[in-house]
């Protein structure tokens, strides 16, 4: 019996419950006028990725995150606005929409973590050689 329960809610449609987690989520308050922008087209450029925020109020900055090496779109981005209230409207009307033919996701950009920096791992041997740990050898 508990299984057919299962079953049916299944095809049924989500639960009420379903529907009150993701309105916290959207109704929840951002602290910065900083957003994250997911599920961007890797053909999305920096004009038409502010193109189409600017809509929602005055823009400091608007950045497609790009591949140091191929210089290729990583598939998210960073928009910044003057005042959090113009960050707030464009989270309500552009999350979960289309912008060049990919769904998009925007939610408040965290702080970033402050990095170590890198440790040498390379050790003398009693013989003078130095490993290098990801390496190998090298004399």
């Not at 095809?11 to 961007?40: D, E, H, M, W």
């Not at 925007?106 to 990801?134: C, I, L, M, Q, Y």
């Amino acid at each position: 019996m508990a299984f057919a329960s299962r079953f049916r809610r299944i095809f049924t449609g989500p639960s009420p419950l379903c529907y009150q987690f993701a309105s916290v989520r959207l109704n929840s308050t951002l602290t910065s006028p900083k957003l994250f922008i997911s599920g961007l087209s890797r053909e999305t450029t920096d004009e038409q990725f502010k193109e189409a925020f600017t809509p929602f109020g005055q823009i400091v900055e608007a950045k497609v995150i790009r591949d140091r090496a191929t210089g290729r779109s990583k598939g998210f981005g960073f928009v910044t606005y003057t005042a959090i209230e113009q960050a707030e409207k464009a989270r309500e009307e552009m999350n979960a929409k289309f912008l060049h033919g990919w769904v998009i996701f925007v939610d408040p950009a965290k702080p970033r973590e402050p990095r170590s920096p890198p440790r040498s791992e390379s050790e003398s041997s009693e013989f003078g050689f130095r490993t290098n740990k990801t390496v190998g050898w090298s004399g």
